[in-house]
């Protein structure tokens, strides 16, 4: 609330000469209070000298500094009150009054105030009407009731108009203002709840600056951007996206134009270190297209690729987009059973798998099981196998060129296939175009904020869509080198050292790699050479965020995205992120959430997060499922509805809650797993945690939480009451897990997800 104390001067000089008594009593230098007050010392020098007049906001935030009332300042005596107080009609404490406004404390007596309550008017002004509102902050918040009139209020970015019984409650500490419109004064009643003052690193992360480029970069052929000032991303378009190949449009023409630029460091399990560049990912794709093809594959011909983390799979996924042959990216992990399911559904025609892992053998079993007709071309790779052809002995025969042809695959034909997770019963199959890279262009310059001469970093084996997020298409249409170590299980001992020794820029991971990482001495480490860090794959614990950026001084920036879907939904360049929060839509996509009866949530109610598509279809949309009445399911009246939840704050950051059928509902409340899963985070002892609903016959549902604990703490049935009882305190105690259970692991999907139905 924007309030100037201009008084007589005898009364100015008499305010400023208390305040500078009680900051000398306090021991507070005047660097000091000009910091609390949130001045510059030369301000808060002319303040204190009765130099200028004094700010309301000025003299509430001295009060609070010194734990005296605003009485004690204004008045020179304290208040005396502790049963009741009277003020009567056009009475009470004149606080403010000059250039239009007015404000009297209706309580300047009464000792302990919870609140201070104020009579404000605002005059009418025109010449304020089209001026920007002047901003103030304070700490606490504020409750303002509209009496008579109309008042414009901001809040940070976003504007009210309030009429005569209207109210408004916000957070004081977020820049405000208001003035008087409609051509009335307004008179309002404002009730002010001190409260801490916040640093602002404390609520909001550092606002995200875009890399420097300095020269044209291959991207800008096929993307139009707008950005503001800061470098958000405003809108988005495509040009050519029709004909859009990335493999010929993007690595063959980087390959000619830069044929020695670093594509890509690889290590591999034994730490053995191959650069390639494009040039070489150019050849090795051409070779592999020219492969396939002399195996019979062909346009359309659905090829499985399991390759873990091996170089092979750079040049098969990009031969294969030249070819036209769609690429199945899945991981070793898959057993008998999943082979067989996969190869059914999908009608694989080809299989290229590593033999360093038992995915063949498993493999092998499945294909018995197939019938003649839907045998499958068996290839592997880093070694030999009876019966199967021998990718690296056998491509190094053929040529490393191949031509573009007038019919190559583009634009809306399928590209990819992968298999979702399959929290509950068996995956779906999700097809994306050749315009799915293009869709990745934001992941990569917005998101991960990569950089032409620096080396990004995503940990993601190549069976995940995860890894066509952060290891391929948006960082090498920015033309940022990629970086990937080939490791057998994730070990932040043997990850850490590697940034400094490879001097790695940007870094994303899964949320879980995050835990793991906090858990460890994060100071023996030298990671100054990253300039930023990312996550998706499941929500970020605010704890997680907090020990990783105390750590390294590093925010850890959300974005949310499906296999379905590029990102959606990001802490992008030019915000300002919101600790917790999964950040902004992006602007390539048009996102609601809407409530049970399929209408728009309101402001912090919560949604199911939907896309609308009845004005085109986006790029790094998927095509549909192969199934097409699970398709139908979640594709209704051009919406695609996600199945995650979420809600919306006021300045329109959102903030996940869970998947909707994750939601648990115990005697009429409505849980969000994660909420509780992110305090019980925040025990120092906590690795991992899971919550989940169990039956319950008089609540219908009961909070259970299935937590790992960290190496050298023991369960007890004393450490489950420890942890039921912080959970009551720091959140609403109906959440608390009434059921608490310690395990060695948490059951997860193949990508890593935790698996609540299985808790």
Same mark, same amino acid.
């Given at each position: 609330m924007l309030a100037l104390s201009t008084r007589a001067p005898r009364e100015l000089m008499e305010v400023a000469a208390r305040i500078h008594e009680l900051r000398e009593i306090s021991g507070y230098t005047p660097e000091e209070m000009a910091r609390r007050t949130n001045l510059s010392l030369a301000d808060y020098l002319s303040y204190e000298s009765a130099q +200028?007049?004094?700010?309301?906001?000025? %003299?509430?935030?001295? /009060?609070?500094?010194?734990?005296?009332?605003?009485?004690?300042?204004?008045e020179g005596r304290s208040a005396s009150l502790s049963s009741y107080t009277v003020t009567r009609r056009g009475q009470g404490q004149t606080? +403010?009054?000059?250039?239009?406004?007015? %404000?009297?404390?209706? /309580?300047p007596f009464f000792r302990g105030k919870l609140a201070e309550p104020y009579w404000v008017t605002y005059e009418y002004d025109p010449a304020q009407q089209e001026k920007p509102i002047h901003f103030a902050t304070h700490s606490g918040q504020e409750f303002d009731l509209i009496l008579s009139g109309k008042l414009k209020v901001q809040v940070g970015r976003n504007t009210e108009i309030l009429s005569e019984g209207d109210s408004i409650y916000y957070d004081s500490a977020t820049p405000h203002g208001m003035i008087a419109v409609d051509g009335a004064d307004c008179t309002f009643l404002a009730m002010i709840l001190p409260g801490e003052e916040l640093a602002e690193a404390d609520k909001l992360g550092e606002t995200i600056l875009p890399p420097k480029t300095g020269r044209k970069l291959i991207?800008?052929?096929?993307?139009?951007?707008e950005e503001d000032e800061l470098g958000a991303l405003q809108r988005i378009a495509f040009k050519n996206e029709d004909s859009f190949n990335f493999a010929f449009d993007i690595v063959d023409r980087l390959g000619r134009e830069q044929p020695d630029k670093l594509a890509m460091l690889h290590l591999d399990h034994n730490k053995v270190e191959r650069s390639f560049t494009f040039r070489d990912m150019k050849l090795q794709s051409a070779r592999a297209a020219n492969y396939f093809k002399s195996l019979?594959?062909?346009?359309?011909?659905?090829?499985?690729?399991?390759?873990?983390?091996?170089?092979?799979?750079?040049?098969?996924?990009?031969g294969?987009?030249?070819l036209g042959a769609v690429a199945v990216p899945a991981t070793d992990q898959l057993l008998e059973k999943d082979f067989l399911y996969r190869?059914?559904?999908?009608?694989?025609?080809?299989?290229?798998?590593?033999?360093?892992?038992?995915?063949?053998?498993e493999a092998e079993k499945a294909m018995a099981q197939l019938p003649d007709e839907e045998a499958i071309i068996r290839i592997t790779c880093n070694g030999k196998r009876e019966g199967w052809h021998d990718y690296d002995a056998e491509s190094a025969l053929f040529t490393r060129s191949f031509r573009r042809e007038e019919d190559a695959p583009c634009g809306k034909d399928p590209m990819v296939m992968f298999f979702t997770s399959g929290t509950t019963g068996y995956p779906k199959i999700v097809t994306h175009s050749y315009k799915y890279a293009l869709g990745h262009f934001i992941t990569a310059k917005y998101w991960h904020c990569v950089e032409p001469d620096g080396l990004h970093f995503t940990i993601s084996d190549t069976g995940w869509g995860k890894a066509l997020w952060g290891k391929l298409y948006g960082q090498w249409m920015c033309e940022a080198p990629i970086f990937t170590y080939d490791f057998d299980r994730f070990d932040a001992h043997d990850i850490l050292p590697m940034f400094a020794k490879y001097n790695i820029t940007t870094f994303c991971a899964p949320p879980t790699m995050y835990r793991y990482m906090i858990k460890e001495d994060l100071g023996k480490y030298d990671l100054s050479s990253i300039h930023h860090a990312t996550t998706a794959g499941e929500a970020l614990n605010p704890e997680v965020f907090h020990q990783f950026k105390k750590a390294t001084g590093l925010s850890v920036m959300e974005g949310f995205g499906q296999t379905e879907t590029t990102l959606?939904?990001?802490n992008l360049v030019g915000m300002k992120p919101k600790i917790g929060s999964m950040g902004k839509p992006s602007p390539l996509f048009q996102v609601d959430l809407i409530n049970a009866e399929g209408r728009p949530a309101a402001v912090g109610q919560p949604g199911e997060i939907v896309i609308r598509t009845k004005e085109g279809m986006p790029c790094g949309l998927f095509c549909g499922y192969q199934d097409p009445e699970a398709t139908k399911e979640a594709w209704k009246d051009d919406v695609y509805h996600t199945g995650d939840m979420a809600w919306r704050d006021e300045d329109g950051y959102f903030w996940y809650v869970g998947r909707s059928d994750d939601v648990i509902k115990s005697s009429g409340y409505r849980i969000g797993p994660f909420?509780?899963?992110?305090?019980?985070?925040?025990?120092?002892y906590v690795l991992e945690c899971g919550v989940s609903p169990v039956p319950d016959e008089i609540r219908g549902q009961v909070v259970k939480a299935s937590i790992v604990l960290t190496k050298g703490t023991e369960p007890s049935e004393t450490l489950k009451k420890e942890i039921q009882a912080f959970v009551k305190q720091r959140t609403a105690p109906y959440k608390y897990p009434r059921i608490v259970v310690f395990r060695d692991e948490l059951p997860k999907t193949i990508s890593g997800k935790i698996r609540r139905n299985a808790l």
């Open positions: +200028a007049d004094l700010p309301f906001t000025f %003299i509430h935030k001295c /009060a609070l500094t010194f734990n005296v009332g605003i009485t004690d300042l204004m606080t +403010a009054k000059e250039k239009g406004i007015e %404000i009297k404390n209706m /309580a991207y800008e052929d096929f993307v139009t951007t019979g594959i062909k346009k359309g011909d659905k090829v499985m690729l399991v390759l873990r983390r091996h170089c092979q799979f750079w040049f098969a996924i990009l294969l987009h030249k190869f059914q559904a999908a009608g694989i025609r080809a299989l290229v798998c590593a033999v360093d892992s038992t995915a063949a053998a959606v939904i990001g909420e509780v899963e992110s305090v019980i985070m925040e025990l120092p």
